[in-house]
């Protein structure tokens, strides 16, 4: 739980870091590979989210547990943080957005799509903070 | 959804292996119809990317390695397309639930037109409005009343669709809240105008025929407001002539004055009320001419009122392959 | 086509050649991106298999044959997602252009409310009116006559989006077209329910509210039928009070008779008018509770009525993440 | 031109051995692989309709040609011919039909998209033609 590891995005290869450390957690949580793949790139297109239109934030990623009828269920949480410029409407991004029609927040529908937990917060000029979960199944 | 997907790759090898062994076209048929299993079961495409390689992996161990690593790629690309994929299925539930939503709307749309023709010994009345889509903005109305006189209006709301559609609901309303005295059509056009003219969007324009046929002198006066002209069929000169009628569109003038026009109705004679979407019928790259929707009206004119409008607006819409570029009235009244 | 195809081909065989070579989170991160351009350039799935393939033969020419087949039976299976990928194409353009239409149905619906408060020395009004999609089916309205009432109404359709808001401009006109002289709030419902009876379709209902504000007496009478209950706060005691109306929703009863209540209202009181939106606001599994509108309320009851508006619909939103499940209309009078 | 080929539909084998005409016409006249996959797809769509909705019926295979500017373009006409219930509302199948929603004719939309012209005739009660055509580019 309290493994939370964070890496910085301020360019490409931010994003790539953002991705393999992804890439790695799902997998040693045992997420298979098409799972891996869904929780990288939803990794991936935070990260892109925050290098294209605030310059500059973190992703952070956590394995989290939750009981369930039998024991515990694991998961990995994505947190993406930045101080950009906000999301004006966020309801406008989620409604509207297409995952091809570009813009800020575009490929945060998607991210929803792909993850099982998703919550946003954003405020004007003070940043948005992005958090998506995925259970293991 | 594991048990699902670890099932769908039994059932895969199988027609993987059946296939390489055969290599015939029912190998491929089977793949297809596997294909329809897979989006029931709304199995996002990456997925099968993954069901693949590992068939391949078990079919053949001996592929190098690099082969099977190609597949993390092809994986990574196919994402974007399982992104697509899910977005798609979200639409759709969206545009279904926003087209129900229509269906109901059109549907009250319909209790907005009258219900019943006027009934009357000298006339025959017939009327058909199709939407382009589902709503219309296309509108018509009889007005009977007890000095003998019935009243036709046809209105067309420039523009289609949803807003169309409120916009006629407007000109409803403006029609009910008219005095309860019969007026002249120059004085109703007037009246309606003003109604429109407060309420209605300005990027909204409404055009708009009104007729009143004295069933005592067989007079028929009417005026328009830049309404498409009809026609008057002259049974003794076995001709039709444009109906034409001035006057600026409503809402846009504050206080516009329209001219009003007479004709006698002699018996055999027919008036033909419509909206441009019937004359506006494209066919292929050109738009059709009036003078061959007045030969597809003098094709069926010997049928009743009801049955002539019916087959021009077939004739027409089969032309068109039932895809209509604008909402389409045609109403007809004939003098028997 | 063919010719970006072709080109394709070459930039994802360097991406493969990249990738199988390094092996590196890079390469996967280039596929990603890959995959947008095939995106943008409307490329199908299928494509992506088949050019996936021709690399594999380019770069392992001694990969078995059958690993080459096993391509044909993926192509085929990919089929239907490069169906279901068109489909999506097609639906997005439509769905655009039925998004865009509502937009201007949207727009125009917001001329058909009142553009300004109605100014008077004792009263302090703010309203806010929020529609959980794009069109509403609440509605609001003012009327300020000669003897110093306010009127104020507040409807609500029964359902949402489109049809409801085909409804709510029938509300509209059923005011416009009400008698010159000002009506007493159970003759005015009286009159509207009339209108809605003759005009609606069955499906439909409408509840509303009226209220007249006597600016000289200080006399609030009121009607309901079938709306949900407002409130009237006391300075004097500091206390909320429920603002109940009994009668029966508009559209049912040809003939239905409503009761008129009425309050003295005091300097620092004020009455809140709700639609069902801001009270059956669902939050988590929970919906919220009258009360806890009131602690709303009163956390802003300070500031002036539109303040006081527009930040309880701000927290109520919060709370729901921005997805209103109604449309959402609160109405402040302030006796100030 | 004259070079009308049919198959008669009544079973899934007809499904397969039209499947297989189209797919080898198609090769002969130089069409792609992916776009023998689309031409077959296609096909199979019609013959099952005609299979599922009307029971019996045929495809015939045309190698057509039309006059481009420098010379002649070949293409593949699909004539899908039935004398089944008909399709009550053509508009209906047109515009909301989806890929997966099945139903008479449900499939025909995504064989409209596959082909380049596609021409619907149905008359109640006394069958179906579909003629589709993709030109080879
Ligand atoms: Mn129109
Ligand atoms: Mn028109
Ligand atoms: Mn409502
Ligand atoms: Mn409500």
């Known amino acids: ?137 | 959804m594991e048990q699902a997907v670890q099932h769908l790759e039994i059932t895969y090898k199988e027609i993987v292996k059946t296939f390489l062994h055969r290599k015939s076209e029912l190998g491929l048929y089977e793949a297809q119809q596997f294909s329809k299993v897979l989006l029931e079961h709304q199995i996002s495409p990456e997925e099968l990317v993954s069901v693949h390689r590992a068939v391949l992996e078990e079919l053949f161990p001996a592929v190098p390695e690099e082969v099977i690593d190609s597949f993390d790629l092809l994986l990574e690309v196919m994402m974007g397309y399982g992104l697509a994929y899910r977005e798609h299925q979200s639409l759709r539930d969206r545009q279904l639930k926003l087209e129900s939503e229509i269906d109901v709307a059109a549907d009250m749309q319909q209790t907005l037109l009258p219900k019943a023709i006027p009934e009357t010994d000298c006339l025959d009345i017939g009327v058909i409005s199709v939407p382009a889509y589902k709503m219309s903005g296309d509108y018509y109305h009889y007005i009977k009343d007890e000095q003998g006189c019935v009243g036709i209006a046809i209105a067309d709301i420039i523009g289609k669709g949803v807003p169309a559609a409120l916009c006629m609901s407007m000109i409803k309303y403006a029609m009910d809240s008219l005095p309860e005295q019969p007026l002249q059509p120059a004085a109703l056009l007037e009246n309606v105008n003003r109604v429109v003219e407060q309420n209605v969007h300005d990027s909204m324009f409404i055009t708009m025929m009104y007729g009143s046929y004295n069933t005592i002198n067989h007079e028929f006066h009417y005026s328009g407001a830049g309404h498409e002209p009809g026609f008057l069929y002259r049974a003794a000169e076995d001709q039709f002539k444009e109906l034409c009628a001035k006057g600026i569109v409503l809402g846009v003038s504050k206080k516009p004055q329209y001219r009003e026009y007479s004709k006698k109705i002699e018996v055999g004679d027919f008036i033909v009320f419509l909206s441009d979407g019937v004359t506006e019928c494209q066919v292929g790259d050109r738009f059709i001419e009036r003078e061959e929707i007045v030969t597809f009206i003098r094709k069926y004119m010997h049928l009743s009122a009801q049955e002539l409008a019916d087959n021009v607006y077939r004739e027409l819409a089969s032309l068109q392959k039932f895809t209509l570029r604008d909402d389409f009235t045609l109403i007809i009244i004939k003098r028997v």
């Open chain 1, 1 to 137: 739980m309290e493994t939370q590891s964070c890496v910085e995005v301020k360019n490409e290869w931010g994003i790539v870091a953002a991705r393999q450390a992804g890439r790695s957690l799902s997998k040693e949580i045992g997420f298979g590979s098409v799972d891996q793949a869904r929780i990288t790139t939803a990794i991936s297109e935070l990260a892109r989210n925050i290098y294209l239109y605030a310059k500059r934030g973190e992703i952070c990623l956590e394995l989290v547990e939750k009981p369930i009828k039998l024991g515990l269920r694991k998961g990995i949480k994505i947190i993406a943080k930045d101080h950009g410029p906000g999301i004006p409407d966020i309801r406008q991004v989620m409604v509207d957005g297409f995952t091809t029609s570009g813009g800020m927040g575009a490929g945060l529908p998607g991210v929803e799509r792909l993850m099982d937990d998703f919550a946003i917060d954003s405020q004007k000029s003070e940043g948005t903070t992005v958090t998506a979960t995925k259970w293991l199944r």
